[in-house]
């Protein structure tokens, strides 16, 4: 009996290695265990060493997901703006909130992602994105910002939320009409919620999305060993945030005069409602609405977290910025976008700023939407893509000593701002590039110099900043994170 079993176990082996094996002609990487594969790649740390490895495009494979990935700019260029690639990963939709997993612009593919994105765009840049009159709205915000952390009275804090809050109110207001306080309780059940699962080991907390045998487990195991209740939990949270909101819109709708982007979307629905190929529903709403908020939100505050690391672990960068200000901008009120031209070094710092931190070290996945090819490489339909912005940006072929902080690097020889024209990816490209990059942009320029102008950002007594960085939820953010905030005098 045992003979037999044994001999029977050895077949299947033997039928896993034939039909599981990677196909011919696929890009290079770590040898492959027939369903196991091998160790998630999460973050740029773990990508680094297949790269030196295996050469510029590279493939893992983690359960029963083979992913391709590239490390070459000009390589992730043209494959990003490719229609074949425009692609999501199925295990996306276990993160939507839509009930067809289909709406949205973040995680979802095909022709309702390429109506919900013409919706998007067209109904901000309505709204305002791009425009001037909304650098108001984002003054409102910065001001508060600066207030909120001058009540700390100089004492050593942790990153607040104020400065997810104050970047996600430019984006709510143009959406839904709102704006948070900085100190909002509302806000802060989301935060905590995504600050649990952050906190959870992300390697354990994917592996049912690589190994999907794994979701069939009973719900107490996959609670004790992949912490799938904080998951859930997160998502409810903000399925109920966002499904209050698009509610109160329809009870108060006014088809006459549409306040914000869920009113033209909610007028939208009503004038198609008999038309079944609409592609106009209330899911996808929700969708759009969640990925506008989670966009609004956690990009820029991440990045107004390293503006702040980086004010501290520079101070002389600090004080030729404040110096260049000081002397454009008059004390008694604050930078403008139309100060821009005048302040070159503050551009190069910030521009300095998107590619230092490479907030995604790897860039969010696409998929391969049929069989093609990358550089004479076999991609089956179905093979995740994804490009290492971090091995972009520290590039030495494009970066002259990559690993130093230097706004200079976007300074010509008359001492003007110059632009990077190549090896620079902090907003993707192509088909997904990111569509707020306008507003992004405006953000994060207007605060950090309302910062800089305010506040004297100081490292606590007895306390050795860290070069070293984490990843949260595939967003790179800096160990050290508690700082004083000083007013200038």
Same mark, same amino acid.
């Not at 979802?108 to 309505?126: A, C, K, T, Y």
């Not at 109160?248 to 979307?265: C, F, G, K, M, T």
């Not at 972009?392 to 690097?409: G, L, T």
């Given at each position: ?395 030495? $072929?494009?970066? #002259?000593?990559? =690993? /130093?902080?230097?706004?200079? &690097?976007?300074?010509?020889? @008359?001492?003007?701002?110059?632009? +990077? ?42 306390? $050795?900043?860290? #070069?070293?960085? =984490? /990843?949260?939820?595939?967003? &790179?953010?800096?160990?050290? @994170?508690?700082?004083?905030?000083? +007013?200038?005098?």
């Amino acid at each position: 009996m045992i003979l037999e079993l044994s001999f029977l176990f050895l077949l299947l082996l033997l039928y896993l290695y034939v039909t599981d094996r990677k196909p011919s002609n696929m890009p290079p990487g770590p040898t492959e265990i027939p369903i196991l594969g091998g160790m998630p790649v999460l973050d740029e740390k773990q990508a680094h060493p297949l790269r030196e490895k295996y050469g510029d495009i590279v493939t893992v494979r983690t359960g029963a997901i083979r992913t391709v990935i590239l490390f070459d700019y000009k390589t992730s260029k043209e494959v990003m703006a490719r229609a074949d690639m425009a692609g999501r990963p199925d295990i996306f939709k276990a993160f939507s909130i839509d009930e067809q997993k289909t709406g949205g612009i973040a995680l979802s593919e095909g022709p309702q992602w390429q109506h919900d994105r013409r919706f998007m765009l067209r109904n901000l840049r309505n709204l305002g994105m791009g425009k001037t009159y909304l650098e108001d709205a984002v003054h409102v915000e910065a001001e508060a910002l600066v207030e909120d952390l001058k009540k700390y009275d100089q004492q050593p804090i942790a990153y607040p939320d104020s400065f997810r809050t104050a970047a996600l109110n430019i984006i709510w207001q143009m959406t839904a009409s709102r704006r948070y306080d900085l100190r909002s309780e509302e806000v802060k059940l989301i935060y905590e919620a995504s600050k649990d699962l952050q906190s959870s080991s992300m390697a354990l907390t994917m592996m049912p999305f690589f190994f999907p045998f794994l979701r069939k487990l009973p719900n107490i195991l996959q609670k004790i060993f992949f912490k799938q209740n904080l998951v859930d939990a997160f998502i409810e949270k903000m399925r109920a945030t966002i499904t209050k909101t698009v509610d109160e819109h329809e009870e108060q709708l006014d088809l006459d005069n549409p306040r914000d982007l869920i009113d033209e979307y909610l007028k939208e629905m009503k004038e198609q409602e008999h038309d079944k190929e609409t592609l106009y529903r209330k899911g996808a709403l929700l969708q759009i609405v969640n990925d506008l908020f989670d966009a609004g939100s956690d990009t820029i505050n991440t990045t107004i977290k390293w503006v702040v690391y980086v004010l501290a672990r520079y101070p002389q960068v600090t004080k030729k910025i404040q110096h260049e200000i000081d002397e454009v901008v008059p004390r008694d009120r604050m930078v403008s976008l139309q100060d821009k031209p005048n302040l070159p070094y503050v551009e190069a710092f910030i521009t300095e700023i998107l590619r230092f931190s490479s907030l995604t070290g790897l860039n969010v996945e696409h998929t391969a939407m049929q069989d093609t090819t990358i550089e004479g490489y076999f991609i089956p339909k179905g093979t995740v893509v994804v490009n290492s912005n971090y091995a972009i940006h520290f590039d030495p $072929q494009y970066w #002259d000593q990559p =690993h /130093n902080f230097s706004p200079e &690097r976007f300074i010509d020889e @008359d001492g003007k701002f110059q632009a +990077p024209k190549e090896g620079f990816f902090a907003f993707s490209s192509g088909r997904r590039q990111c569509p707020a990059e306008t507003l992004a942009r405006m953000e994060v320029f207007l605060f950090a110099t309302a910062i800089i102008q305010n506040l004297e950002i100081l490292v606590p007594d007895g306390v $050795q900043l860290s #070069d070293d960085t =984490h /990843n949260l939820l595939g967003i &790179r953010v800096p160990v050290s @994170d508690t700082f004083i905030y000083k +007013p200038r005098s």
